[in-house]
């Protein structure tokens, strides 16, 4: 099985729970497996079995209530 990992930095999160925030509404999106996510360095890292909506990550980050971008 292929893993797949999308990595974003995120603005905006200051705490453990701006982390939980965005841990929680990304891992509702379809298809994610796993979320790992620092407000120290404003990094998150999604993985995933298969390839993965980016529109849909980044608006479960803004549900979440921060504003994120695609790193790589």
């Given at each position: 099985m292929n893993v797949i990992q999308l990595e974003y930095k995120?603005?905006?999160m200051t705490c453990?729970?701006?982390e939980t925030a965005v841990r929680q509404e990304v891992g509702?999106?379809?298809g994610v497996?796993?979320?790992?996510v620092s407000a120290a360095t404003g990094e998150l890292v999604?993985?995933?079995s298969r390839p993965?909506?980016?529109r849909a990550v980044l608006a479960a980050?803004?549900?979440?209530?921060?504003?994120?971008?695609r790193a790589r």
């Open positions: 995120v603005t905006g453990g729970h701006c509702r999106v379809e497996q796993g979320v790992d999604v993985t995933s993965l909506d980016d980050v803004d549900e979440a209530g921060y504003e994120a971008v």
